[in-house]
Structures are given as C-alpha cells and as structure tokens.
C-alpha cells in the first residue's frame, strides 16, 4: 500500500531512472531512440492522477552540428568571367558540365571559422571549391566570398540547388526563401575588377526554365579595393541551424504540451533540454531547474515508456555511439469532484433585487413617519 501524506492526501513521489543503454528496443539502431520496459508496473491508486516531469538528465554534447544527409552539401558550378552557370529544365544548377561540382564537407562541430576554412581549403577527396574565397566578419557575423582566380566566375546553387534538403544555405546566411537567387562572385581577365551578384535559371515564353545557361538577375561591380569587391551572405552566420535546441519526447506525453512546429497543435515533448555545455562536455538538467513544468497523464498504468532525443525539427539526435541518462518524477494527486462554478448572473440578480426590496421598504417606513408627523 502506498504512503500518503495527510496535508496533501497524495502518496509518495516516485522517481524513475532509466539508461538508453538498458532499452528493451531501439528504434532505427538509434540510442537516442528506444522503448523501455519496466519489471514493476507502476500503478496509480483508484481516485488518483498522475503528474510527471523531468527531475534530471545527463546527456554527452557527443553529437554535430553538421551531419551528411542534413547540411554537408554545396553545389558549385566555375564558369567563364561574365557567364552564368547552366541550369536544367526543372530550374536547378546543373551538376553535369565540366566545373560543375559538389563539395560535401565532413560530419562534425563547425564554428564560423572553421566552416569558411573548410569551404575555402575543401577537403582531401574534391578539393577546394576553386576558385572561391570565403572568409567570416566578425563584427559583422556574416560570411564573405569573392573569386581569386582571374577570368572566372564561381556560382553557388543557394536556391536553385536540387539538393536542397541537405544545403547549408542557412548556416551560410542565405536564407532559401528570401535569396535573390544563386550567389556569384567573379574576377576579370586582368585580375584587377571584381564583380559579384544572383542568377537563376532562364525563364521560356510559358514561364518554365529553359535548360542551358542562366541569367543575371543583380551584377554588381565592377570593385577595386577590399572590402567593397567580397559579396556579404543576406544574413548572418547560423552554424546551429540544424540543432539549436534538444527536447525530450515521451509517449506518455500527448495533451500537456503545445509545438508551433506542427501549427501549435499537442506534441509528445516532455520537455526542452537547454544546451548549457560546450561540444565533448555533458549537457544537465538539475533538479533545481529541471522539475519545473508538469505534466498529467490519463493513463492509469505505465508497463512502457518510449524516449527520444530530438532537434526542433523533431529529428532524431545522433549521439554517436554514447548513451545518456534521464530520471523521470512522478507524483500521485488526489482527483478531487469541484464545485460547481457560481452563477454570477443570478447573483447579481438576487443581490439586486434584495437591494431594491430594502430600498422600498426604507421609502415606506420613512412615509409612514411623515404621515405621522402631520397628525400629531
């Protein structure tokens, strides 16, 4: 029989610890994803609720802000000095002509820095992406580009790339929606005017893009001197687009939390995990800050509890072969029947007329002192 306590008629508190290396299923050979089950039911008593919440977590900063499927990709295209890149029929930069390319940088922790070098240098398997220059402003928080090769022009497929569910635009500071196209930066034949602006695929009679070369949209230049002739990203630097908030999701939790990521409907979120530590340290919740919203379940029994560790794009978080810890709290609340809500209307009816039968009656009493008065 469970322990209750007098003043709040609610039995003992429970916490439950769980390790993802202990998981009965993982899901998709994932750790961050699985299914747990408990040896000990836990049952709540008849004319009880459940409140749940997160009491702490442990998780390893063991996962990358860059992941290949996720924002590891550049599509690229070098072209002569003042001609735009090729693009397909269905508007995207074709890859198929000679300088055309794709750079996929490897998965791992990028800062600013180290993304601009990477690009710039390229990695060991293609190279740099020739013959681009890419470099981050500090004050400004935003990456430059410009060409460093005489006569050629370098364009990156920013909006127009086929691969879009896998770009960087967004880590580079251009945004997909609002870019004015496909970024170029270009050098003349005598390596002495820069020249810089947006392209996209050439549009036919109908409409539809025309496979071939594409056309300037905005060209600007010609620039002489640093740092008019580097072409500024529309926005600044976001290296952690991808993942900037980690979440907690249960499947015990379908009706106690709100996510504007799915048009503010209810979502399984059991709670949000701030990233409070630096990449190779461990991310906390403490139980000072971390059993703060809770949650109540209808369910009258719990045999299984489902885990995930996602982004706020509700995908799964790689941790790279690590586990982490979370230990769950859960209290037991008596259901109480409430009052029914009071009538205010028929209040302020029966306190009205109240007020109105002690009026007349005070009218008539005071009359009849009147009446008296005179006879006398």
Known sequence: MLAAYKETETSASRVLYINSKDATVFFNNNQSDFNFTLQEPIVVPEHHSMLMSVFSA???????????????????????????????????????????????????????????????????????????????????????????????????????????????????????????????????????????????????????PVAGPGTDTIRDGPFFISPAYFLYADDVVDVTNSIRSLFLRTNLSTTSVLDSHIGGGFSNI??????????????KIEPTNGDVHKLLLKVKSITDISITLT????????????????SLKLEFIADKELEPEPNRRNDFVVNRNTALQKFIEEREAELKRIKTKKKK
């Open 58 to 208: 442990e998780i390893p900063y063991s996962f990358y802000n860059f992941r290949v499927g996720v924002n590891c990709r550049l599509d690229y295209a070098v072209t002569v000095f003042n001609t735009p890149a090729d693009y397909d029929a269905n508007g995207f930069l074709d890859l198929t002509p000679v300088g055309a390319n794709t750079l996929l940088i490897p998965e791992g922790n990028y800062n600013a820095v180290e993304l601009a070098k990477t690009i710039s240098n390229g990695v060991a398997a293609a190279g740099p992406v020739y013959p681009l220059e890419v470099k981050f402003d500090p004050v400004k928080l935003k990456f430059s580009f410009r060409c460093i090769i005489a006569n050629l022009r370098v364009t990156l497929a920013m909006k127009n790339g086929a691969a879009t569910g896998e770009d960087m635009n967004e880590e580079l500071g251009f945004d997909l929606i609002n870019v004015d196209g496909d970024p170029f930066v270009e050098l003349n034949a005598g390596g002495t005017q820069w020249f810089n602006g947006f392209s996209n695929p050439t549009l036919g009679g109908g409409g539809a």
């Open 270 to 283: 059991l709670t949000r995990v701030p990233i409070n530590a630096e990449p190779g340290g461990i991310i």
């Open 311 to 326: 982004n706020q794009k509700n995908q799964v978080i790689n941790l790279n072969g690590l586990t982490f810890d979370i």
